[in-house]
């Protein structure tokens, strides 16, 4: 006996039912291929960051391109009054690439730099693994001594520097006096080149300490303990610890300090101002101030300028070095 099959309705897909109807959809072709973002969400970033930029160029900018036409500029105070524009040229980066005065200046603030940021590095670096180490309530009044030293101005801290060194009334020679030193009692640390270097490099330590001490202390923060105990196991002291588990963990921390600070101390200049104008004779002035005083104290604008050029060119090496180094790193990683 023959069986007869009955034929089961089938219903269509109904548009937009599940993925039925976008089977269909795609066989018929009626699905259009995926979008992608916007124009305006593409410029979305750009745009948030053009207030930023805008500024930044207005504020920095600007006044770099000035400084950079006035290089090029005989500009005095005749000039200034007559409100005249003499071009000269090279002739400024002439007079200053052949003038030893400049070469003398420019020496001593690379070894000033140099100093300045060995010591913030070292001094930094071991309070900010102090500060790992101490309790809760001592690592709290640390920070808060940290904090007040970093936040008082420049000025009113050289001005205490000054009052600390005075030859009469100062606290440091009444405090050599009675340790022993008593041809101290009257020293005048501000009567050579020396002992001005000195008060300078110790109150930018004093003020740069505490940026270099949070930073290690943050990043410190990160290194897992196991490792510490790994370390120590395997008989190594303090300094073996540092160098083969704290280093190699805040590499990218100590190239990128390093590099600001040598920007910032390069750069520094109201301590030196501050603390005995360039004296004693001119011989602890580095080049922001040598320019402010070719500037403002000779009036010659136009050698000022020309100085202010090539220190943002001696940076802008220095930038150039730093970039390389962290791009080498980032390969390497």
Not at 146 to 155: H, T
Request: glycine share 8%; hydrophobic share 50%; with cysteine.
């Amino acid at each position: 006996m023959a069986v007869q099959s009955e034929r089961v309705p089938t219903r269509s897909p109904e548009p937009g039912n599940g993925a039925g109807s976008i089977s269909a959809d795609v066989v018929a072709g009626r699905v259009r291929p995926p979008v992608g973002p916007t124009l305006l969400a593409r410029s979305t970033p750009y745009l948030l960051l053009l207030p930023a930029i805008v500024a930044t160029l207005a504020l920095l900018g600007w006044p770099l391109v000035k400084t950079f036409e006035l290089s090029f500029q005989n500009l005095n105070k005749r000039q200034l009054i007559l409100h005249l524009t003499e071009w000269n040229g090279f002739d400024n980066y002439k007079d200053q690439l052949t003038d030893p005065d400049f070469w003398h200046t420019t020496g001593r603030s690379v070894v000033f730099t140099l100093i300045n940021v060995v010591a913030i590095m070292v001094g930094g670096t071991l309070v900010g693994m102090l500060l790992n180490r101490l309790g809760k309530k001592m690592r709290i009044l640390l920070q808060a001594g940290l904090i007040l030293a970093w936040a008082m101005p420049i000025v009113a801290s050289a001005t205490v520097f000054s009052w600390l060194f005075d030859s009469r009334f100062g606290v440091v020679n009444w405090l050599l006096d009675k340790l022993g030193w008593h041809s101290m009692a009257d020293y005048n640390w501000y009567s050579t080149q020396t002992g001005t270097f000195f008060v300078i490099i110790l109150l930018i330590v004093w003020g740069s300490i505490p940026f270099v001490a949070f930073n290690m202390y943050a990043g410190l923060t990160t290194i897992p303990s196991e490792l510490y105990e790994a370390a120590r196991m395997d008989g190594a002291g303090p300094w073996k610890i540092f160098q083969c588990v704290v280093y190699p963990s805040l590499k990218p921390f100590f190239l990128s300090t390093t590099f600001l600070e040598v920007i910032w101390v390069f750069k520094a200049f109201t301590q030196v101002l501050a603390i005995n104008a360039g004296g004693p004779g001119g011989l602890t002035a580095t080049l922001p101030l040598y320019a402010y005083i070719q500037g403002t104290g000779n009036q010659h604008y136009g050698i000022a300028a020309t100085i202010a050029v090539l220190t943002i060119l001696m940076l802008g090496v220095m930038m150039a070095y730093y970039f390389r180094i962290i791009l080498k790193q980032e390969d390497e990683l």
